[in-house]
């Protein structure tokens, strides 16, 4: 039995789209829209997508004992710091110290629990980074009752890509 789509999905979803341009960044795309948009054309009826999806990861750093250490450490206390707030709001005597005392171990407990974690890769991941799923190319998809009039229109934009195919 096919699930019942979503309510949401159907906000991107167009009957029958055609594309209209095609760009290699996205600030294009969204500068034809808003043209678009300008000229009194129905914007509703038009959608932006990323393709040819890629996944990019950036190294930041290299990792070691010491880093990571660090990194479990402030961790730790700040989550020490947060735990010994909400002890001591309960707790009318020694709030400070309470707080102290769960930062502290916070930090330990962060030290333990990183170095134990990062000594579980055996070195085959010792660096950092971020990463990030980013298309490479956006098309301007519109619904085929409006392709003609976003054609004409956007002949009249500088630079812009009226015809994909070209």
């Not at 930090?107 to 085959?124: D, H, N, S």
Request: net charge neutral; with cysteine.
């Amino acid at each position: 039995m096919p699930a019942a789509p979503q309510p949401w999905s159907r906000a991107f979803k167009l009957e029958f789209p055609q594309s209209l341009a095609t760009y290699d960044d996205y600030p294009a795309a969204q500068r034809t829209v808003d043209f678009l948009s300008d000229e009194h054309f129905p914007v509703e009826n038009c959608m932006i997508v990323g393709t040819d999806l890629k996944q990019v990861e950036r190294i930041t750093g290299r990792l070691s004992y010491g880093r990571v250490a660090m990194a479990g450490a402030l961790s730790g206390l700040w989550l020490g710091v947060f735990v010994g707030v909400i002890f001591a709001l309960f707790d009318s005597e020694n709030q400070f110290a309470r707080i102290v005392t769960t930062a502290i171990l916070g930090a330990m407990f962060g030290i333990i629990w990183a170095v134990a974690g990062f000594a579980a890769t055996r070195g085959q991941r010792d660096f950092a980074s971020v990463s990030a799923v980013v298309a490479t190319k956006y098309e301007v998809l519109v619904e085929h009752k409006h392709l003609a009039q976003a054609q004409q229109l956007l002949a009249k934009l500088p630079g812009a890509l009226p015809n994909p195919f070209a």
